[in-house]
């Protein structure tokens, strides 16, 4: 079965950082563009960054602030989040990019304070 396991959210306050991780099976991370999404309460879900190989790609709202990153011995992507603001907060789930083709994971909580 399929799966996609997010981790590593919490709450920290404004300014500070966290380092969300998506573990996926070794066919899924050669096989599929991945990338990180977020829902925020009352929003659609939408892109936050992708990558494939060296090309990664940022949504303006997080550009310069988030860093996603592939670990091909562990297989997970990372998303480094820094300068986190109270906007940011949010469910942040992985799936495939650029279109989430997967069944998605259960996410993982940010929730930044003011």
């Known amino acids: 079965q399929v799966q996609l396991v997010e981790s590593g959210g919490g709450l920290v306050q404004s300014g500070g950082s966290l380092r969300l991780s998506c573990a996926v099976s070794?066919?899924?991370?050669?096989?599929?563009?991945l990338g990180w999404y977020r829902q925020a309460p009352g929003k659609q879900r939408e892109l936050v960054a992708n990558f494939r190989g060296m090309y990664k790609e940022y949504a303006d709202s997080v550009k310069g602030r988030f860093t996603i990153s592939g670990d091909q011995g562990k297989f997970t992507v990372d998303l480094q989040m820094d300068n986190l603001k109270p906007e940011d907060t949010a469910v942040y789930y992985c799936n495939s990019h650029p279109t989430p083709a997967l069944p998605w994971g259960q996410g993982t909580q940010v929730t930044v304070s003011a």
């Open positions: 070794r066919s899924i991370f050669n096989h599929y563009n």
